[in-house]
């Protein structure tokens, strides 16, 4: 596993007084306007904003206060920390919330109550009135304590020139109060038929919202349980090994270079190699892969993965930030904040939305006095109050983030890091898949398999140039032989002036002698001859060599060949497995390899794939993508290795397989972090899940809100004689968040089949 995957430097912002997803496009855009900002992106659901470039934190801050909102940047360089920060301060709002709540329905029920058991709710005596009016001062004192930050939040808002959820909440229930005070103190302005008092209803829908806010936040908890998680993985200490003795020490306190102890049962402190004993390690929760994985002396382990068996020491290699586990944290962080196309536009549709609201309010007050029965001004005031509340589009704002947070939790529980909102949205359209060979369906690690000979030369003498030559290569197959070099005690050269020939072979100069070793193509390049007096076919050996699977590599010696080295690349075990999955989803998988065309051939058809093609150099491979792009395919492309990079850089979506190299993963969208393709399926699986219940929840705010203005409007009042109350109003607008949140956290449960 790479331990060096990274994420973009950026700041995050805790916003106070963000209120509805109508705030989302006004923060961002005050903080885009600031000097050095190149991204500014909101999660509504946790009220953070990260803003990536060189502004300092006091401008985005002052930025932030200049717009009527408040900010503090979170710990990003200490995410436990940062996590318990967030959970404490969502204890305190919760608790906040939950005693504005009983405050306010604490008055608002008895009343509602007195009013449904047919108390009079209107002003006909002295008595009456000042009963009222007292009434009226314990209503204000409860909206000034309960509701107080929206009325703030509301004028702030009005400063500004803009409308929130805080604009709506503070119209309706400010307009219901302020009639029934006009009623209380100077009944003689209102018609007699509409004197009613809605104190009430102020008092309710206050106490609603509240409960639908804190029941957000509670539900809001759980979304994030899998970052809990990875960030908990990470021990408190660790066992130093120092002079000879084992101590205790704070995990901060362990640098690079430390020796440390990990007994059987304990979680590995840092990224270290091992350099005494053996074990097992479980890296289920890093990789997703639940099988424990055997490690040895020289191996590699990663912070937060659990020793199962031996006692073992280890080296540090990373520590603190800079461990595989915390930018694991760090990216599954950043895609929760990710938006992808289709949450922007529930952004901008609640830009413009509460404005239009307000003017809607308006409207339906007009057409009530204008043609409304008798009394008019109450039905007004109902239907503009009503309209008010249950437009809040408080859902529409949740329906994105939600899902994302719980589902980007979700997929790095099956080892998928997303990056990116558009990888995510892109993944669920994905028509055709691009599979490298060597490392994604096979295993990336191969075996010499045979060596055939010119009559000039020796087995030994061959493995003595190839491998002193391999030495300088970083492709896989090299690796084979050098291995093989080893295992028969076969000591190298000194290789100079080497050269790898791109999608061809090396070349260099090993004791004097110039030496190529490589495809075909690099033979042909160079004129050297695959025929020799009595030997055999060279030609001919190859093809049945690939035919087979294997990788026939042409060794010439002084422009003379002096025989093959085949290597074979096994097919991973799941490979098969998980290429068929790929199918059943719709979606066409296409290898593509720098191998010759009877080995691609080869592998291709043992794991079920019809498209192929072989012999591609780095630079086509991007090329081969571009091609299918512009047949009207969206295509991914799954790769490991540094030549795969430009065409997983120019895929719809990159994959990269986590157990390759840093450039191949830094250049992907999506990093897969086990070896497995299944991890690519499930990948995909998660996406359309994703995007599903997205979709799930704009549709129920949509419908929510586009059904519910013109029912609290009083449009099907001439038909049905049906007209909203207030507080009905109240209840579904608070309940309406709960219903988003809620379809978010199924996907807690999701399992890819």
């Known amino acids: 596993m790479s331990s060096h995957l990274s994420s973009k430097h950026s700041t995050e912002l805790q916003i106070g007084g963000a209120g509805c997803a109508s705030c989302i496009s006004k923060i961002e855009s005050a903080l885009s306007s600031v000097s050095g900002v190149t991204k500014a992106q909101m999660n509504f659901a946790e009220r953070t904003v990260a803003v990536e470039g060189g502004a300092t934190s006091e401008q985005l801050i002052r930025a932030i206060e200049e717009i009527g909102y408040t900010a503090q940047v979170t710990r990003a360089n200490n995410l436990d920390q940062a996590q318990q920060d967030r959970e404490k301060s969502d204890q305190t709002y919760y608790k906040r919330l939950m005693r504005d709540m009983w405050l306010a329905l604490g008055l608002g029920i008895p009343l509602m109550l007195y009013g449904l058991a047919g108390g009079s709710m209107t002003v006909s005596s002295s008595q009456e009135q000042v009963s009222w009016l007292i009434v009226g001062l314990l209503t204000f004192a409860t909206m000034y304590v309960a509701g107080g930050r929206f009325y703030i939040g509301a004028w702030r808002s009005l400063l500004n020139k803009a409308a929130t959820m805080d604009t709506l909440i503070a119209l309706g229930t400010g307009a219901a109060w302020i009639y029934s005070m006009v009623v209380v103190l100077v009944p003689s302005l209102i018609p007699e038929l509409a004197r009613h008092i809605y104190f009430e209803a102020s008092s309710m ?8 806010l804190a029941l957000e936040v509670k539900a809001r908890g759980r979304t994030s349980e899998a970052l809990k998680r990875l960030i908990g993985l990470q021990p408190k200490t660790a066992r130093r090994i120092l002079e000879g003795e084992e101590v205790d020490v704070a995990i901060s306190a362990v640098e690079l270079g430390h020796f440390i102890r990990v007994r059987p049962g304990e979680k590995i402190p840092v990224d270290a190699d091992v350099i005494e004993g053996s074990t097992s390690i479980d890296e289920s929760m890093l990789t997703g892969e639940p099988i424990p994985v055997e490690k040895k002396l020289g191996d590699s382990v990663s912070a937060g993965s659990i020793n199962k068996t031996g006692s073992i020491v280890i080296k540090a290699t990373a520590v603190g930030e800079h ?23 529930a952004d901008t549709i609640s830009a413009y939305f509460v404005p239009s609201v307000v003017v809607i309010a308006f409207l339906s007050a007009v057409a009530w006095l204008t043609w409304g029965p008798s009394p008019s001004y109450a039905y007004a005031l109902v239907a503009a109050t009503t309209v008010l509340i249950i437009a809040c589009p408080c859902a529409l704002g949740l329906a994105t983030p939600m899902s994302i947070m719980v589902g980007v939790g979700k997929a790095a529980e099956y080892g998928v890091l997303i990056r990116n909102g558009e990888a995510l ?22 075996k010499v398999t045979e060596i055939i000979t010119s009559n000039q030369f020796q087995e030994d003498e061959l493995l003595v140039f190839a491998a002193s030559i391999e030495l300088r290569s970083e492709h896989p197959l090299a690796q084979a032989i050098i291995e093989c070099a080893k295992d028969r005690g076969i000591l190298t050269i000194d290789a100079h002036d080497f050269n790898a020939v791109s999608g061809k072979g090396v070349e260099a100069t090993v004791d004097r002698k110039k030496v190529f070793l490589g495809n075909l193509a690099l033979m042909k390049e160079n004129n050297i001859s695959l025929q020799i007096e009595g030997a055999p076919d060279f030609h001919e050996l190859a093809s049945n060599l690939a035919s087979e699977a294997k990788t026939p590599m042409f060794l010439a010696v002084d422009n003379k060949l002096a025989g093959i080295i085949a290597v074979s690349d096994p097919i991973k075990e ?9 199918k059943k989803l719709g979606i066409k998988p296409v290898m593509l390899t720098g191998d010759n065309q009877l080995t691609a051939k080869a592998v291709a058809c043992k794991v079920g794939i019809k498209d192929f093609i072989a012999e591609v150099l780095p630079e086509e491979k991007a090329n081969t993508v571009k091609n299918l792009q512009a047949s009207g395919e969206i295509v991914g492309m799954v790769g490991d290795g540094i030549n795969d990079a430009p065409a997983l850089a120019s895929a719809d979506v990159g994959f ?39 979709k799930q929840n704009m549709l129920g705010a949509f419908i929510y809100n586009t059904l519910g203005i013109p029912v609290a409007a009083g449009v099907f009042y001439p038909i049905f004689g049906l007209l909203l109350n207030p507080v009905v109003a109240g209840l579904a607008m608070a309940f309406s968040s709960v219903t988003v949140v809620s379809n978010a956290n199924r996907l807690r449960f999701l399992k890819p089949e």
Do not use: F, Y
Request: hydrophobic share 45%; net charge positive.
């Open 656 to 694: 990269a397989i986590g157990t390759g190299t840093d450039v191949a993963i830094e250049s992907a969208d999506i990093t897969l972090m086990r070896g497995s393709l299944h991890g690519l399926v499930d990948a995909i699986s998660v996406s359309k899940a994703i995007l599903k219940n997205i």
């Open 323 to 345: 461990t595989a586990l915390s930018n694991i944290i760090s990216l599954v962080k950043q895609a929760q904040n990710a938006k992808p196309p289709i949450g922007r536009i």
């Open 574 to 582: 799941d490979s098969i497995s998980a290429i068929q999955r790929l």
């Open 205 to 212: 829908i206050i106490g609603l919202i509240n409960l639908g």
């Open 425 to 446: 949205q892109t993944t669920s359209k994905i028509t055709t898949m691009v599979l490298d060979k060597t490392g994604t369906i096979t295993v990336g690690a191969p």
